[in-house]
């Protein structure tokens, strides 16, 4: 049995929740009805606030010493038990039919669902292929980009500039928005290369809020605030689509661009450069020891990723009809920033399973109302607490090379 049921415990969640209680008294009791002028004293809501912050205080206290007898387990050297969806990725028998559960019910989507549910579901798609372009700028190279949202923005102006002063198409724009995001990677990657850490995250912060107000005050160039509209949405073989029909065109080219992007990702990762991101996000001085380019690794890690961003920000302008400097801010970088640390830093399948939970669990918990972000809020809160690994940790690889005699020779 734990010590968290030990009367010592139990008296430090009474008193938390005495105090909580005093806190919220003149908030949650006191009323004063201006209409009757009478003061109301509900006290059944004190009722609510003490129990209710006397279980919380008291799992929160169980929650924070298993955790901590889990990290001594690992650090006597115990086998930790894998995690569901760990123990799911490792078993080929319940994987592979899982999977093909998952392609047809997606496949399916537009038809089981409004289009409504089909356009969430086609912003959470744009998400999970953001997440995975910065994953490979956080997660596997280890640099801080919290300007990424610039990237974002430069694929959706272009397609919007090129449709309208040159009326080019969707997919003649969607390779030109990759260029172009991998291009302002490059001019992005050279002033940082220096930097590390908290440097590089003020410096691609600042480049991000630059790019944001070029857009926003050079009305000659992108419009300003006014935005630009009227933006085609992707064209199929010259056919007039319907709206519905159009939003879900755009869902099934944002499923193959999701599977593309997964299968370049893995094998970046998997491949020689992959390896060298991952040696620099470990350790830089010994990865430039080791005859690794530095510089080249860098730039690399900044234009791959930005490539990503490009392509995405064409589809959400092709997507919504229209774009403006509003939707390109600072927070836009910080959601995207969110779904690679909560889903797991590295990890393809926690980037994607991060990117779903936190665009999809704020529409969906729109039946609360007024407290649906502060159910987000302490979702988000718990999860870092308890699991800051993420929701599918990236799994360590080891080389081991048997000899002549472990083989049988």
């Known amino acids: ?193 220096r930097l590390r850490g908290d440097y590089l995250a003020i410096v691609t912060l600042g480049f991000g809020e630059i790019i944001r107000l070029v857009m926003e005050n050079w009305n000659e160039f992108s419009f300003g605030p006014s935005g630009i509209a009227n933006i085609p949405r992707p064209g199929f073989f010259g056919m007039d689509l319907s709206l519905t029909a159009a939003t879900n065109y755009i869902y099934y080219i944002m499923i193959g661009m999701v599977l593309i992007t997964i299968f370049f990702v893995n094998r970046l990762q998997n491949s020689r450069i992959g390896r060298a991101w991952i040696a620099l996000r470990e350790d830089e001085i010994a990865c430039q020891a080791m005859g690794i380019d530095k510089t080249k690794t860098k730039l690399t890690a900044f234009s791959l990723g930005a490539t990503w961003a490009g392509m995405a920000g064409v589809i959400f302008a092709a997507k919504t009809t229209f774009i403006n400097p509003a939707s390109f801010t600072f927070l836009e970088s910080a959601i995207i920033l969110c779904i690679v640390v909560l889903g797991g830093m590295g990890s393809i399948v926690g980037v994607i399973l991060g990117a779903l939970v936190l665009i999809l669990l704020p529409e969906y918990l729109r039946a609360f109302s007024d407290y649906r972000m502060v159910l987000f809020g302490a979702t988000l809160v718990l999860m870092m607490v308890f699991r800051p690994q993420g929701l599918v940790s990236d799994v360590r690889r080891v080389y081991q090379f048997k000899g002549a005699t472990e083989k049988g020779e």
């Not at 610039?150 to 003649?172: E, R």
């Open 1 to 193: 049995m734990m010590r968290i049921f030990s009367l010592e415990e139990i008296k430090k969640s009474f008193f938390t929740c005495l105090w909580f209680g005093f806190l919220t008294f003149p908030i949650m009791v006191v009323r004063v009805n201006t209409i009757e002028d009478v003061v109301e004293w509900r006290w059944n809501n004190l009722i609510i606030v003490v129990f209710g912050s006397f279980f919380l205080s008291f799992l929160w206290r169980y929650m924070i010493e298993r955790k901590e007898a889990g990290r001594k387990k690992a650090e006597s050297g115990e086998a930790e038990k894998k995690p569901l969806v760990r123990r799911i990725m490792d078993n080929p028998r319940i994987y592979r039919p899982l999977l093909a559960a998952v392609a047809i019910f997606v496949l399916s989507f537009p038809f089981l669902f409004s289009s409504y549910q089909t356009n969430i579901m086609t912003t959470a798609l744009i998400y999970v292929m953001l997440g995975l372009g910065l994953n490979i700028v956080i997660g596997l190279a280890g640099l801080l980009d919290l300007g990424y949202v610039a990237f974002y923005a430069a694929g959706a102006y272009t397609y919007a500039l090129l449709n309208y002063h040159f009326g080019l198409g969707f997919w003649t724009v969607l390779p030109l928005g990759a260029v172009v995001g991998a291009i302002m990677g490059i001019l992005l990657g050279f002033p940082v290369l």
